[in-house]
């Protein structure tokens, strides 16, 4: 667990050290003691042993003691569904 918000990461490895999930960008969307992160990132494909299509996650975490611990995620699994749930916000926010 990370102790700043700008220690977060997503990135994750196996046992071995072998990288499973690799974060590609993120962007803080809000700092505090409950903090959202939205990631991009890619994970293997057990099939291929190669990373997959980029997705979105989006995490909350809550500051509790001196460490971040997440208490939430959205996972936005499609860039299909991403350019939906734009479309949606741009139609709900434009007027």
């Known amino acids: 667990m990370a102790e700043k918000i700008d220690d977060i990461t997503i990135n994750y490895e196996d046992e071995s ?9 993120k962007v803080v969307l809000t700092r505090g003691s409950w903090t959202t992160i ?3 990132y890619q994970d293997i494909d057990r099939k291929t042993d190669q990373f997959g ?4 996650t989006i995490r909350r975490y809550k ?13 936005i699994t ?6 939906q749930i734009v479309d ?3 139609k709900w926010f434009s007027g």
Request: aromatic share 8%; no cysteine.
């Open 38 to 40: 939205m990631f991009m």
């Open 53 to 56: 299509d980029p997705k979105v």
């Open 88 to 90: 949606i916000l741009n």
């Open 63 to 75: 500051k509790s003691g001196n460490q971040f611990r997440q208490q939430s995620k959205f996972n």
């Open 78 to 83: 499609s860039k299909k569904q991403a350019l």
């Open 17 to 25: 050290g072998k990288q499973l999930v690799k974060e590609l960008d």
